[in-house]
């Protein structure tokens, strides 16, 4: 079995579920405490023994590229203010010199599309594929533990989370067939069905182990939903010739693509680190009972 060595984290999307923010910064820029959001995947990915990580950009994200390289004015001056403790931070996320390609994809033609442009840099070999706006919290990375099971039954994994069974028709859906090494032999893929056609309740929830077939479906893939070309149409068709697996995960995936969700990321971090967790809980608490007393009053 081939072991995962790359990453392909798309950042190209014009994220306009976040307007008018993302009309001039990368929706993968938006921080979440005091960290942008792409890095809480790169993190994630180095985490699970990923050697490379390319990135699939696209007009307007430049700053991405920039944010993941060394910025010597930066440096020189915590050196001589003598913030060794941010210095020592900024020091250990960057990643090592040759570890990240960039790719562009010229233009936001959906996920499927954008995950073929990093065919050539992939090549032959299975794949590790992060949504970024997916922040995944809690536990272990969601990306080491779809690791896991990949190195448990080959082929290719989907990582999967369960949502309100009256909210299929937002997600992803994978129906749920033999257990196997903690995870379960995915039976069936659908896009957004109704409650009632759903096949469960779990949804994919942007981390994948993919083999690299996938890039010649890509490659002929049809527009599918929004009329782009779409991953999980591309996925359907594969398992057709490869099995599919899908591995729970056991902490949380947060949407930061959506303002709920970053919001919802944002105290959820903040609630967990110790320098913050006091006056965030405490405010938090004065907004419930501010808003009680409110419903109370009207
Ligand atoms: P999303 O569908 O969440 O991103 O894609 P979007 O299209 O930017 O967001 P909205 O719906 O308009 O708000 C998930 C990831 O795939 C990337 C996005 O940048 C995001 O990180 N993506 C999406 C691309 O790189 N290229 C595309 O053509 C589409």
Known sequence: MKKIRKAVIPVAGLGTRFLPATKSMPKEMLPVVDRPVVQYAVDEAFEAGIEHIVFVTGRNKAVIEDYFDLHPELIGTLEQTGKKTQLEALESMLPVAGATSFIRQQSPQGLGHAVWCAREVIGNEPFALLLPDMVSFGGRGCLAETVDLYERTGGNVIAVERCDPSETNKYGIVGRGAEIGGGFEVTAMVEKPAPANAPSNFYINGRYILQPEIFALLGNQQRGAGNEIQLTDAMVRLSKDQPFFAQPFLGRMFDCGSKE????ANIA??????DMKGPVF?????FVRSHERQEEAA
């Open 261 to 264: 969700g970053f919001i919802q």
């Open 269 to 274: 971090f903040a609630l967990a680190r110790n």
């Open 282 to 286: 405490e405010m938090l608490q004065e």
